[in-house]
């Protein structure tokens, strides 16, 4: 059993800051690639940021710049700082993890639950 579990979201102004967290726990071996997608109101799921277990990062054009994707290997915590908010920022932002279950397995994505920002004065 994983789960992946959410934090941070919330309601700020334009130009605010949030700082989103996910951990996962469970019964994991390694976590590799983490995420952040986003799904607003009527639209499909988006990428917003991406992190390899090395480190490596990627982001959608929209959030370069503003948005800072980042990791803790020793917590299997992912985070997303998410700094000068627009209102074309509000949506559920989803969490996504790549992870082993044993040395053997392969590695299978999770998901979490979601956790609500919106962007608004």
């Known amino acids: 059993q994983v789960q992946l579990v959410e934090s941070g979201g919330g309601l700020v102004q334009p130009g605010g800051s949030l700082r989103l967290s996910c951990a996962a726990s469970?019964?994991?071996?390694?976590?590799?690639?983490m995420g952040w997608y986003r799904q607003a109101p009527g639209k499909q799921r988006e990428l917003v940021a991406t992190?390899?277990?090395?480190?490596?990062?990627n982001y959608a054009d929209s959030v370069k710049g503003r948005f800072t994707i980042s990791r803790d290997n020793a917590k299997n915590t992912v985070y997303l700082q998410m700094n000068s908010l627009k209102p074309e920022d509000t949506a559920v932002y989803y969490c996504?993890?790549?992870?082993?279950?044993?040395?053997?397995?392969?590695?299978?994505?999770?998901w979490g639950q979601g956790t609500q920002v919106t962007v608004s004065s």
């Open positions: 992190i390899t277990d090395g480190g490596s990062t």
């Open positions: 469970g019964s994991i071996f390694s976590v590799g690639a």
């Open positions: 996504n993890a790549y992870l082993r279950h044993t040395i053997a397995s392969i590695r299978l994505s999770y």
